[in-house]
T-cell receptor
Framework: DAAVTQKPRYLIKMKGQEAEMKCIPE?????VFWYQQKQSKELKFLIY????????QIDMVKERFSAVCPSSSLCSLGIRTCEAEDSALYLC???????????FGPGTRLTVL | GDSVTQTEGLVTVTEGLPVMLNCTYQ???????FFWYVQYLNEAPKLLLR?????KRTEHQGFHATLHKSSSSFHLQKSSVQLSDSALYYC???????????????FGQGTVLSVIP
C-alpha cells in the first residue's frame, strides 16, 4: 500500500494563532494535493503542487494560508491566523502526476478554539 | 465549475441485501475520470473504483459502477453488503485535460453506508 504520512495527526489552536501541518508524499510522486474536509461536508480542494511548484490554489489559500514543498519528500500547509471556520480535517494526497491515482494520508485534524 | 451530487447522507442496509449509492455530476469537460473513494473511520480515503469509459461496468471488491454520460451518473452498487462495508463513500471526478496536469478531485458530499446485522 502507498504510504503518505501526515503530522501531526491532531492540532489544537486558539483563534488568531498560527498553525502548521506537514505531509510526506509517497516516494517518487511528483504531484501533491491538499484538501479540506469539514464535518459532514465534501472534501474541498485547496492547492496543487507539481514537482514542488504550486500550480493551482483556491482564493482562500492565497489569502490566509501558506503552502510550500521545499523538497520532494516534504510539504507543509500553514494557516497564518486561525479562525473557527478553519476547524477541519486536512488531507494530503500524492500521485505520479497526470491521471494517476491519488493516495491519501490519514490527515491532520485541526481544532480552532 | 464541476460539481458532484450525492443525494443520500446516510444509507442503512441489512447485511446480505443489495445497495446502490447515487452519484450524479455536472462538468463542462469532455476528458473526465470518475471515482468512488471509501473512507473507513479514522482512516484515509482509498480508491475503490475508477472509470472514464461510457457505459462500461467497472468492478472491484464486490462493488461495481457504470458511467452513464447520457444521465450524468456513476452510481455505486453491490449485490450483497457485508458488515465490513460500513464506511463513508465519496464520488468524485477529475478533469484529465486540466492545465498543468492538475487532476484535482471534485468530491460529492459523501454517503455514509451503515450495514446492520
Amino acid at each position: 500500500d502507498a504510504a503518505v504520512t501526515q503530522k501531526p495527526r491532531y492540532l489544537i489552536k486558539m483563534k488568531g494563532q498560527e498553525a502548521e501541518m506537514k505531509c510526506i508524499p509517497e516516494k517518487g510522486h511528483t504531484a501533491v494535493f491538499w484538501y479540506q474536509q469539514k464535518q459532514s461536508k465534501e472534501l474541498k480542494f485547496l492547492i496543487y503542487f507539481q514537482n514542488q511548484q504550486p500550480l493551482d490554489q483556491i482564493d482562500m489559500v492565497k489569502e490566509r494560508f501558506s503552502a510550500v514543498c521545499p523538497s520532494s519528500s516534504l510539504c507543509s500547509l500553514g494557516i497564518r491566523t486561525c479562525e473557527a471556520e478553519d476547524s477541519a480535517l486536512y488531507l494530503c494526497s500524492s500521485s505520479w502526476g497526470g491521471a494517476a491515482e491519488q493516495f491519501f494520508g490519514p490527515g491532520t485534524r485541526l481544532t480552532v478554539l | 465549475g464541476d460539481s458532484v451530487t450525492q443525494t443520500e447522507g446516510l444509507v442503512t442496509v441489512t447485511e446480505g441485501l443489495p445497495v446502490m449509492l447515487n452519484c450524479t455530476y455536472q462538468t463542462a469537460y469532455s476528458d473526465v475520470a470518475f471515482f468512488w473513494y471509501v473512507q473507513y473511520l479514522n482512516e484515509a480515503p482509498k480508491l475503490l473504483l475508477r472509470s472514464s469509459t461510457d457505459n462500461k461496468r467497472t468492478e472491484h471488491q464486490g462493488f461495481h459502477a457504470t458511467l452513464h454520460k447520457s444521465s450524468s451518473s456513476f452510481h455505486l452498487q453491490k449485490s450483497s453488503v457485508q458488515l465490513s462495508d460500513s464506511a463513508l463513500y465519496y464520488c468524485a471526478l477529475s478533469d484529465l485535460g486540466a492545465t498543468g496536469g492538475n487532476n484535482k478531485l471534485t468530491f460529492g458530499q459523501g454517503t455514509v453506508l451503515s450495514v446492520i446485522p
